[in-house]
């Protein structure tokens, strides 16, 4: 295998995926191409980070999209899902046949996003591109040093493709980056494993005034976590389960979920799983960001979730009055604002249909060759 990969964004999953590469002995060139910091140029200048304490040079810094791309074929993406369509358009000049992109984030619907994108700019949409569940990495970022602390490596990603004629081929070469990750059935099954509505939206909206009132001391996990909060958790499980079974989908339990991917203990009681997770009482959320996170988990978890129920006509009481509180609760017009299946040229759809839309797609009309 070519050890060779570019990754995309300098936000905590890109520095830990960059990182733990390098310290795997792959050659990585790390690219920025969002707003820069003093933080963020101290990393163009001194080409590395402070990964657990200990210090990692990268192969190469660029802020040219172009060097990004020729320096590795395999591209990991690992900036927000915000600024997919802007990304895509940036990086569409300089494509070719023998690029892999994969987006390292909580799965939604990024590959199809970028393929649709890069058809309505006349590329070719031949290039394989892929997405896992969850990033790779849970981290923490000092943001005046730019020091990385690792709190976790997801035990097991979920993976998909788009399209799916590059899927075994793409499988075997990503696996060989990241062994933990296996064959999704599909886009929707990345979606709905997101843990977006489970592990951000349900906790933060129930403690939302905590945050609003800058309480320092109050941390979510384990502070926030009560009985009533796990039960609206459970519910909005099950309404998840309800549309994975729709389509064909392994209806884990959240339970179950977070076990898998390490965020928690096997223990018996939900509760006690989300209170003694080191890793998510780590995982601190200031309430500077919590609007921030509360809104992507609402664009991209809770939004489309109650997207593909309502086309597929399943009645999901609690993720709908969960969207209905976000949107009262931040004054905002979330469905209009998030991820609705419209924007991907979905309408009407049934489980067959839907399911079929994320394996195909359809000739663009007269498509630019790719360099």
Not at 91 to 104: D, G, Q, S
Not at 241 to 265: D, H, N
Request: with cysteine.
């Amino acid at each position: 295998m070519n050890k060779r990969v570019t990754v995309i964004g300098m936000n905590e999953v890109g520095l830990a995926a960059a990182a733990d590469l390098t310290q795997r002995d792959f050659e990585v060139t790390l690219f920025n191409f969002g707003q820069g910091d003093e933080g963020l140029n101290g990393i163009h200048q001194e080409e590395g980070v402070y990964f657990n304490g200990e210090w990692v040079s990268f192969s190469k810094v660029v802020n040219d999209v172009e060097d990004a791309l020729s320096a590795s074929s395999l591209v990991l993406i690992a900036d927000s899902a915000n600024y997919i369509d802007h990304l895509a358009e940036i990086c569409a000049p300089f494509l070719t046949e023998n690029h892999r992109l994969v987006f390292l984030g909580h799965g939604s619907l990024a590959s199809i996003r970028w393929t649709r994108r890069l058809r309505e700019l006349g590329v070719e949409t031949n290039i394989p591109v892929g997405e896992t569940h969850l990033p790779p990495y849970e981290a923490k970022m000092d943001e005046h040093t730019m020091e990385v602390e690792l709190l976790l490596r997801i035990k097991t990603l979920l993976f998909s493709t788009y399209l799916t004629e590059h899927e075994d081929e793409f499988f075997r070469e990503i696996r060989l980056v990241y062994p933990g990750i296996e064959k999704a059935t599909n886009s929707w099954e990345v979606l709905l494993n997101n843990l977006l509505p489970e592990t951000i939206v349900v906790p933060l909206l129930s403690n939302l005034a905590k945050f609003n009132q800058e309480d320092l001391q109050f941390q979510l996990y384990p502070d926030g976590i009560s009985a009533s909060v796990v039960n609206i958790l459970q519910e909005v499980d099950e309404d998840r389960q309800k549309i994975c079974r729709a389509l064909g989908i392994e209806a884990k339990s959240l339970e179950r979920r977070l076990v898998e991917t390490g965020y928690a203990k096997p223990l018996d009681e939900l509760i006690d799983q989300l209170k003694e997770s080191d890793v998510l009482k780590k995982k601190a959320i200031v309430p500077i960001e919590a609007n921030k996170q509360l809104l992507e988990g609402l664009h991209f978890g809770v939004v489309p979730w109650v997207d593909v129920a309502t086309m597929l006509e399943l009645e999901t009481p609690t993720l709908n009055a969960l969207l209905h509180l976000g949107s009262v609760s931040l004054d905002r017009l979330l469905v209009q604002e998030g991820l609705t299946l419209d924007k991907i040229g979905l309408f009407n759809e049934t489980a067959y249909t839907l399911t079929t839309a994320v394996q195909e797609i359809e000739e663009a009309d007269e498509p630019l060759s790719l360099q």
